[in-house]
C-alpha cells in the first residue's frame, strides 16, 4: 500500500516537473522571438561611406592658423631671397670693381716699364753724347796746345771768357801759362778769376 502511494506521488512529482519544463521552454522561446522582433524592428544606422574624406584640422601652433603661418613662410623666403640677390649683387659689383683695379694697376705697371726703358735709352743717348763732346773736346784742346801761343791767345780772347777758361784748364799747365803770356791783361784776370772760383768750388765739393 505505501509502495503504491510512493508511485503515484512520484508519477505527480515528475508530472508537475514535466509542466515546469515545459513552461519554462515556452517562455524562454518567446522572449527569444520578442528579442528578436525587437532588434528587426530597429532601423538601422546608415553606414554608407561618403564620397568625400574627413577633414582633419591642422594642428595650430601658438594659436596660429596654417595659412597664416604659410603666409609667415612665405614672406621670410622672399625676404632671404632679396638678401641674396643683394648680396649676390655687392659681390659682383666688387669683383667688377677689383678687376678695373687690376686691370688699372697693370697698365700702370706696363707704362712704368715704358718710362723706364725710355729713361735707359736717354741716359744711353746722353752718356754717349757725353763721350763724343768730351772726346770732341779733348781733341780740340790737343789742337789749341800745339798752335802757336800767340795764335792761340788771338783765338782765346775772341771766345767767351768762361768758353776760354774750359778750354785752359784742360791743358797741360806749360801751355795754358804760354797762352795766358799772350793775352791782354783784363782778359787775362777775367779768364784767372773764372779758374780760381771753379777751383774753389771744386775743392768744396770734395
Same mark, same amino acid.
Given at each position: 500500500?505505501?509502495?503504491?502511494?510512493?508511485?503515484?506521488?512520484?508519477?505527480?512529482?515528475?508530472?508537475?516537473?514535466?509542466?515546469?519544463?515545459?513552461?519554462?521552454?515556452?517562455?524562454?522561446?518567446?522572449?527569444?522571438?520578442?528579442?528578436?522582433?525587437?532588434?528587426?524592428?530597429?532601423?538601422?544606422?546608415?553606414?554608407?561611406?561618403?564620397?568625400?574624406?574627413?577633414?582633419?584640422?591642422?594642428?595650430?601652433?601658438?594659436?596660429?592658423?596654417?595659412?597664416?603661418?604659410?603666409?609667415?613662410?612665405?614672406?621670410?623666403?622672399?625676404?632671404?631671397?632679396?638678401?641674396?640677390?643683394?648680396?649676390?649683387?655687392?659681390?659682383?659689383?666688387?669683383?667688377?670693381?677689383?678687376?678695373?683695379?687690376?686691370?688699372?694697376?697693370?697698365?700702370?705697371?706696363?707704362?712704368?716699364?715704358?718710362?723706364?726703358?725710355?729713361?735707359?735709352?736717354?741716359?744711353?743717348?746722353?752718356?754717349?753724347?757725353?763721350?763724343?763732346?768730351?772726346?770732341?773736346?779733348?781733341?780740340?784742346?790737343?789742337?789749341?796746345?800745339? %798752335?802757336? @801761343?800767340?795764335? &792761340? =791767345?788771338?783765338?782765346?780772347?775772341?771766345? *767767351? $771768357? #768762361? /768758353? +776760354?777758361?774750359?778750354?785752359?784748364?784742360? %791743358?797741360? @799747365?806749360?801751355? &795754358? =801759362?804760354?797762352?795766358?803770356?799772350?793775352? *791782354? $791783361? #783784363? /782778359? +787775362?784776370?777775367?779768364?784767372?778769376?773764372?779758374?780760381?772760383?771753379?777751383? &774753389?768750388?771744386?775743392?768744396?765739393?770734395?
Amino acid at each position: 500500500m505505501k509502495l503504491y502511494h510512493y508511485a503515484l506521488k512520484f508519477r505527480d512529482v515528475s508530472s508537475l516537473t514535466l509542466i515546469i519544463a515545459l513552461f519554462v521552454g515556452s517562455a524562454a522561446t518567446r522572449l527569444t522571438l520578442s528579442a528578436g522582433s525587437a532588434f528587426a524592428q530597429t532601423p538601422e544606422q546608415d553606414v554608407t561611406p561618403t564620397s568625400e574624406p574627413m577633414q582633419l584640422e591642422t594642428p595650430k601652433e601658438g594659436g596660429a592658423p596654417a595659412g597664416t603661418q604659410r603666409d609667415r613662410l612665405g614672406k621670410l623666403l622672399k625676404t632671404l631671397q632679396e638678401k641674396q640677390a643683394q648680396l649676390t649683387a655687392r659681390e659682383k659689383a666688387q669683383e667688377d670693381r677689383q678687376r678695373a683695379l687690376d686691370d688699372a694697376a697693370q697698365r700702370i705697371d706696363e707704362r712704368l716699364d715704358q718710362i723706364a726703358i725710355a729713361e735707359q735709352k736717354l741716359r744711353d743717348t746722353l752718356a754717349l753724347s757725353n763721350n763724343a763732346a768730351e772726346d770732341d773736346l779733348a781733341r780740340l784742346t790737343t789742337v789749341y796746345e800745339n %798752335m802757336k @801761343p800767340k795764335d &792761340a =791767345a788771338a783765338l782765346f780772347e775772341a771766345m *767767351k $771768357p #768762361e /768758353f +776760354a777758361a774750359g778750354f785752359l784748364g784742360r %791743358m797741360r @799747365p806749360d801751355a &795754358a =801759362a804760354n797762352i795766358m803770356a799772350g793775352l *791782354k $791783361p #783784363e /782778359f +787775362a784776370y777775367t779768364i784767372s778769376v773764372i779758374l780760381a772760383g771753379r777751383n &774753389a768750388n771744386a775743392k768744396k765739393s770734395g
